[in-house]
């Protein structure tokens, strides 16, 4: 478990008592907690949690590394570099782990060894506590090709946090490209690409924390060019599509990506950044080839080309209580 901390002091105590509470003695289970370069307390935070009575079983399997601020990408890819277990999951620091579900579905999933690709279920969240649907958990086999359409058509998302992978996978590429936000977008669908035997885990495992200021609550000019740069791997891959996805399925991935990439735009409110893509993100949005999209595109689809996309979404926004 590869787990990038930054400027978290207030944050990760949550993720630190769902820690405390997980049976890592299943599997040995080997938690790395990177520091990129953090000027707050969180070092500190994290040191006298492990330091408590009863917190000895998580500070037996945790490492704690140093260094320089490299980024969320060079933090993971530091992370990865050490790590000596067979797989990885990589936790955000501000988020929280599902204990029941991690003690009793996802570590004893993982021990059998069978699968080289495991997605996991989540739920977001803004504050704790949270209600949580009361729902079994559980697990399917998937086929590689399956689970791209579901990426696809958004059914699952890029998160890094949302799989647990073989490391083997991880290391057949050049890891996370780092100076670059939106980097799980260039890595996910390669890491299904090379996966043999997937699953999915249905159900919440995983409590993603949104946060104003954050990489995915945020957007400006650079961030829209990562995500550009992004797609224009996908694209790539898709010339190649050495899985056999299908030219269906990379045209509904490569047209959702365009579609996020201008609801970023519309939310970002930073007219620099609307003057320079609207247009081209319109234009190539709507020149896309697309067969049976799901109906929640083809209403933003319409929306685009009438106009209104960016009016609808201002309107759900205050709706929702985003700034």
Not at 71 to 89: F, T
Not at 91 to 111: E, F, G, H, Y
Not at 152 to 166: D, L, P, Q, S, Y
């Amino acid at each position: 478990m590869v787990i990038p901390m930054y400027n978290v002091q207030k944050q990760i105590i949550d993720l630190l008592i769902s820690l405390a509470e997980i049976m890592f003695e299943q599997l040995q289970v080997e938690i790395l907690f990177i520091d990129d370069g953090s000027t707050d307390n969180t070092l500190r935070v994290v040191n006298d949690f492990m330091n408590e009575t009863g917190h000895q079983r998580l500070r037996e399997y945790s490492t704690i590394v140093t260094g320089p601020n490299r980024g969320l990408s060079g933090a993971r890819n530091k992370g990865l570099e050490i790590a000596k277990g067979e797989y990885v999951w990589f936790v955000d620091s501000d988020d929280v782990l599902r204990t029941r579900a991690v003690n009793q579905v996802v570590l004893p999933l993982i021990k059998t060894k069978k699968y080289d690709f495991i997605q996991i279920g989540y739920q977001r969240f803004t504050n704790l506590p949270i209600k949580l649907p009361d729902k079994t958990i559980k697990v399917r086999e998937i086929e590689s090709k399956n689970l791209f359409h579901d990426l696809a058509v958004g059914e699952i998302e890029n998160f890094a946090w949302g799989h647990i992978v073989k490391k083997s996978l991880m290391k057949s590429f050049q890891f996370f490209p780092e100076n670059r936000a939106y980097e799980d977008v260039a890595t996910t669908y390669r890491l299904i690409e090379s996966a043999k035997h997937a699953a999915v885990i249905s159900g919440v495992v995983y409590l993603y924390r949104y946060r104003q200021g954050s990489i995915t609550s945020t957007a400006d000019v650079n961030k829209i060019t990562d995500l550009y740069w992004a797609v224009d791997r996908i694209k790539e891959s898709a010339s190649l599509d050495i899985s056999d996805f299908g030219k269906d399925n990379w045209s509904l991935f490569i047209s959702r990506m365009l579609m996020v990439i201008y609801i970023e735009m519309i939310r970002s409110r930073n007219q620099e950044t609307i003057n320079i893509f609207d247009r081209k993100l319109r234009k190539e949005i709507c020149n896309m080839k697309v067969r049976k999209p799901p109906i929640k595109y083809k209403i933003k689809y319409a929306l685009l080309s009438l106009g209104l996309l960016r009016s609808a979404f201002e309107i759900k926004d205050k709706i929702d209580g985003r700034k």
